[in-house]
């Protein structure tokens, strides 16, 4: 599995990675027994993009009998194939269904002229076969590792095996190996951006000027009042109660006044 802070891991060694998984997943064997590696692979960032990275699966005794499984982050990895090493070898490796695991049960094939079985001797090669990857992941960084987990059970329960050719032998020792991008690992150092200050002119409205025409003012000539013809109220009359026709005081002196204005007329026009 690729490790989770891929630029700290980039410091562990290939040699640190084996040894932990050696002691992590050896199991006790006989004598007759032996050790099968999943091969550290050191790769490029180029190599790693391209894909089709032969990783080694090796062992350190003869034997006639082999078998240990591989599993894989499938969202990092995709092995697309799995090639046996040698003519003296037969593979009938199977896959599990989701294609994260595949068990590799090897067997000899040499035999002498009488049929019986010889072991496979690891003087013709220590790599026995090869499990072949391309990486998935995307966003490929120098230091960054893929690990191939070496298992000596089955999914099934089957017990891996390393057995001579007495049929001697104990359970595999499974080493673990990985896929390791080679350069120095990028340091992701936390970016601070300066704050984005925007100020903003406020906005200036110029009314236009309105200069609003004078409206015009009629100004209405008072009217003149209507001649108004004030008729004297005639002189009430006072007559004195009992006096009979008598004419007041008042009505005497207007009627000798109109008398004496009639005259005056008169004698004007003689």
Do not use: H
């Amino acid at each position: 599995m690729k490790t989770t802070l891929k630029r700290t891991m980039a410091a562990l060694s290939a040699a640190a990675i084996v040894a932990t998984s050696a002691a992590v997943l050896a199991v006790p064997t006989s004598a007759a027994g032996g050790t099968a590696t999943i091969g550290t692979v050191e790769v490029t960032v180029e190599e790693a993009k391209a894909g089709q990275i032969k990783v080694p699966v090796s062992v350190d005794n003869n034997f006639v009998k082999l078998s240990l499984g591989a599993e894989w982050d499938t969202s990092e990895l995709d092995c697309t194939s799995i090639k046996c090493n040698s003519s003296s070898l037969a593979l009938k490796f199977a896959y599990s269904e989701a294609y994260d695991f595949a068990w590799l049960p090897f067997l000899s094939t040499d035999a002498d002229r009488d049929g019986n079985v010889l072991a496979y001797d690891t003087a013709n090669g220590a790599t026995v076969a090869y499990l072949i990857f391309d990486i998935k992941d995307a966003d490929i960084q120098p230091g960054d590792t893929y690990t191939i987990t070496a298992a000596d059970t089955g999914r099934d329960g089957t017990k891996a095996q390393f057995e001579n050719v007495n049929g001697d032998g104990g359970l595999t020792t499974a080493v673990s190996g990985a896929i390791v991008v080679k350069g120095e690992p990028t340091t992701e150092e936390p970016t601070t951006e300066a704050p984005v200050v925007t100020t903003e002119a406020p906005a200036v409205t110029t009314a236009a000027a309105t200069t609003a025409a004078p409206k015009a003012t009629t100004t209405a000539k008072a009217a003149t009042p209507a001649a108004t013809t004030t008729k004297k109220a005639a002189a009430a009359s006072t007559s004195s109660p009992k006096t009979g026709d008598a004419l007041p005081i008042a009505g005497v002196a207007v009627a000798v006044a109109v008398i004496g204005g009639v005259a005056l007329v008169s004698k004007k026009r003689k």
